[in-house]
T-cell receptor
Framework: DTEVTQTPKHLVMGMTNKKSLKCEQH?????MYWYKQKAKKPPELMFVYSYEKLSINESVPSRFSPECPNSSLLNLHLHALQPEDSALYLCASSQDRWDRVRGKLFFGSGTQLSVL | DQQVKQNSPSLSVQEGRISILNCDYTNSMFDYFLWYKKYPAEGPTFLISISSIKDKNEDGRFTVFLNKSAKHLSLHIVPSQPGDSAVYFC???????????FGAGTRLTVKP
């Protein structure tokens, strides 16, 4: 199994809603990532988890709250988002955070989020 | 501050010919350069990488060239196939601060 599975694939939410994005991998990878990608822009790193601990937070607003309940799961909790947060949210994993150097990142297909 | 730039948003090539995708960067401290390919409704997948101490890396039909003096890298696909039609992202990585930057992507269309 070389897949990173993200759910849901599409999400529409209001600015007062609370929702969660889920990401799962069963490759035994110990590093997991959240990226945000707006249309025609490069993916931007949001968070890095290494061995279930948050190791990088790229100054992301607190309305985004990551959670890593175990080595296979990564969640992104969303609360009080703004319309400008509408984007494709990509989850990725790698053997460990240093495998990212050699490009061995496995991406999910993303959640397309629209905030109304 | 976009440190990795792909100035061509799209490229169209005939099947069997060479595709050349270009990428420029501004940070001379990057240690690795990578190319990812993305099909619609799928996540990016790793294609090929090159260390900053090398100037060429080849894997089958894909070759990446690095010109450090020009801060430029390119991906050559020979021969191009219709299945290569996808968006290609260039990325660059700095080991010291564990920082990876992506370009905005180039959409390649290979026509039969």
């Amino acid at each position: 199994d070389t897949e990173v599975t993200q759910t849901p694939k599409h999400l529409v939410m209001g600015m007062t809603n609370k929702k969660s994005l889920k990401c799962e991998q069963h490759m035994g990878h110990r590093a997991m990532y959240w990226y945000k990608q707006k249309a025609k822009k490069p993916p931007e790193l949001m968070f890095v988890y290494s061995y279930e601990k948050l190791s990088i937070n790229e100054s992301v607003p607190s309305r985004f709250s990551p959670e890593c309940p175990n080595s296979s799961l990564l969640n992104l909790h969303l609360h009080a988002l703004q319309p400008e947060d509408s984007a494709l949210y990509l989850c990725a994993s790698s053997q460990d955070r240093w495998d990212r150097v050699r490009g061995k990142l496995f991406f999910g297909s993303g959640t397309q989020l629209s905030v109304l | 501050d976009q440190q990795v730039k792909q100035n061509s948003p799209s490229l169209s090539v005939q099947e069997g010919r060479i595709s050349i995708l270009n990428c420029d960067y501004t940070n001379s401290m990057f240690d690795y350069f990578l190319w990812y390919k993305k099909y619609p409704a799928e996540g990016p997948t790793f294609l090929i990488s090159i260390s900053s101490i090398k100037d060429k890396n080849e894997d089958g039909r894909f070759t990446v060239f690095l010109n450090k003096s020009a801060k430029h890298l390119s991906l050559h696909i020979v021969p191009s196939q219709p299945g290569d039609s996808a968006v290609y992202f260039c990325a660059a990585y700095t080991i010291n601060n564990n920082d990876m930057r992506f370009g905005a992507g180039t959409r390649l269309t290979v026509k039969p």
